[in-house]
């Protein structure tokens, strides 16, 4: 694996005493990330014309499920208003479909149309599927190490009340009450 040995090579440097400049790794480390992001985001709306947060939503009603609006706001950590608008948008597609549930008329329910499946199916997988899998390969001491390491860089950033969920894009699709405009809100 080419970029393991790239990482044992930075290291040994650093351990020798290198000139490398850590803090420039982490940047560019940082940027590694938030360009995979970018470059998975512009291949799915390539592939299937959906973003992140559409594709994660869909993937929540396979199976048949029905839930409310907000029953999928809170399974995929996003606000109501952005969920309801990212509905609006698929249900226009023709990818979902909303009725009235049947013991309370009340409640609006969603389920996945079968265009909505057909494009399931052909739809590459969220990014952090893959870092979900290969995280929970680790032994916990590394898995706990990692959070750390990320929740210390995300202090020096000094960007704590910036609220995210737990899936990786830049969508659009994610509204300015999921993610405040400065790290002071």
Do not use: C
């Amino acid at each position: 694996m080419a970029s393991k040995r790239s990482l044992e090579t930075k290291i040994d440097q650093v351990t020798r005493g290198s000139t490398v400049d850590l803090g420039e790794e982490v940047l560019r480390s940082l940027r590694r990330i938030i360009r995979a992001t970018y470059l998975h985001s512009k291949k799915l709306q390539s592939t299937v014309g959906l973003t992140a947060p559409q594709l994660v939503i869909l993937r929540e009603l396979v199976g048949g499920r029905e839930l409310s609006g907000s029953q999928l706001a809170s399974s995929v950590s996003l606000s109501p208003p952005t969920v309801a608008g990212i509905l609006s948008r698929l249900e226009s597609r023709g990818l979902i479909h909303r009725h009235r549930s049947e013991r309370d008329k009340r409640q609006l329910l969603v389920r996945l149309t079968a265009e909505g499946e057909e494009l399931l199916a052909r739809a590459p997988p969220p990014l952090q599927e893959q870092f979900s899998d290969n995280m929970a390969k680790l032994a916990d001491w590394e898995q706990s190490q990692i959070l750390a390491t990320l929740q210390r860089i995300v202090a020096l950033m000094e960007v704590e009340s910036v609220d995210a969920s737990p899936f990786l894009t830049t969508s659009p699709d994610i509204q300015t009450e999921d993610v405040p405009s400065s790290p002071t809100e």
